[in-house]
């Protein structure tokens, strides 16, 4: 049975910092592209970055700079430093893990920004 359980979330105040795990069971994780998606209320789900099991990184660009993805497939998990948070990063954040035409995703992790 495959499970992404995201950790992490929680209430930040502007300009905080806060880092998301997504530690991944059920499947062979070192093949796996590794994503972080969010939600905003009333909102489309978007892209936030994507690593690849070469590591290769790709970042919404509105994010680029503040958030940074990384794995550790030793520890089956894949993680998400958010830096400078702003009011407008407040969102449903999940992961998810591809592999050709495979998809597996976690139930979400809330992160608040505000004052």
């Known amino acids: 049975q495959v499970q992404l359980v995201e950790s992490g979330g929680g209430l930040v105040q502007p300009g905080g910092s806060l880092r998301l795990s997504c530690a991944a069971s059920?499947?062979?994780?070192?093949?796996?592209?590794m994503g972080w998606y969010r939600q905003a209320p009333e909102k489309q789900r978007e892209l936030v970055a994507i690593i690849t099991r070469n590591n290769t990184t790709t970042y919404q660009p509105s994010l680029k700079g503040r958030f940074t993805i990384s794995r550790d497939n030793a520890k089956n998990t894949v993680y998400l430093q958010m830096n400078s948070l702003k009011p407008e990063d407040t969102a449903v954040y999940s992961c998810d893990a591809s592999f050709g035409a495979l998809h597996y995703w976690g139930q979400g992790t809330q992160v608040s920004v505000s004052s």
């Open positions: 059920g499947i062979t994780f070192s093949l796996y592209k």
